[in-house]
């Protein structure tokens, strides 16, 4: 009878687990030296837009001083009442012989350049005194087509009533006021003083062939001191 035998064969260890390093045989995006991050690009902005923009707001402001040097030399608001309320009963019968405004703009750029060239020129107090005072001034001058007749003459009268009731409502008062046959003269002056240097003063003087307006706007403080160092001079 055979007996089997066997033989012990010696135990087999397992082999020691793989450090997780040797698993991970690619290189990590974050740790690799040639990994680089691409951002996107980011779209260029045309210089055309702030160009045009530039442009527009310089152009703006050129238009806006042109614009208000012209309407500078055009007569003021009370310049043009005065004159509607006397010519509007009788359009027809008057042209325009002189109509000229010089604002407060252009009269500043006078100003200035005179008192830079009062040395120069040699000016007199006098002169520099009345360029100071000037603010403003509106004339106009406008000539009838026909001579007034004297059956017309009661509608003269009626439209310097007119006249004064249109200044009142604007807040005028005639503070002198000279008529006769021929002529008429009236001084306007606000009835509420708010400025002390800033006076204004409405003239009209109408006869039977033309109409003169005249308005100004003056700081009298310049004149005052000016009278002031004269009156040693008057024994006052």
Known sequence: ?????????????????????????????????????????RPRRSPWPAIFITLGAITAIIVTLIATLILSFLPGRDTRTLRHAVLA?????????????????????????????????????????????????DVGVYRRTTPLPDSQQPRLATSLADLDTVMARRGWEPTVSVQDKDQCVRIFTPRNLHNPH???????????????????????????????????????
């Open 1 to 41: 009878m055979k007996t089997a035998s066997f033989t012990a064969s010696p135990p087999q260890h397992a082999p020691p687990p793989a450090h997780p390093a040797a698993f991970n045989t690619l290189p990590h995006p974050a740790t690799s030296p040639r990994a680089t991050t691409i951002q996107p690009r």
């Open 89 to 137: 009963a009788e359009p027809d019968q008057w042209q325009t012989t002189v109509e000229l405004g010089v604002g407060r703009l252009p009269s500043w750029i006078a100003r200035t350049g005179l008192r830079l060239a009062a040395e120069p020129l040699d000016l007199p107090p006098e002169a520099l005194a009345a360029i100071a005072a000037f603010r403003s001034a």
């Open 198 to 236: 800033d006076l204004r003063a409405c003239v009209l003087v109408l006869d039977r062939e033309q109409l003169v307006v005249v308005s100004a706007r003056v700081d009298p403080e310049p004149l005052i001191e000016l009278a002031q160092q004269h009156l040693p001079d008057l024994g006052l």
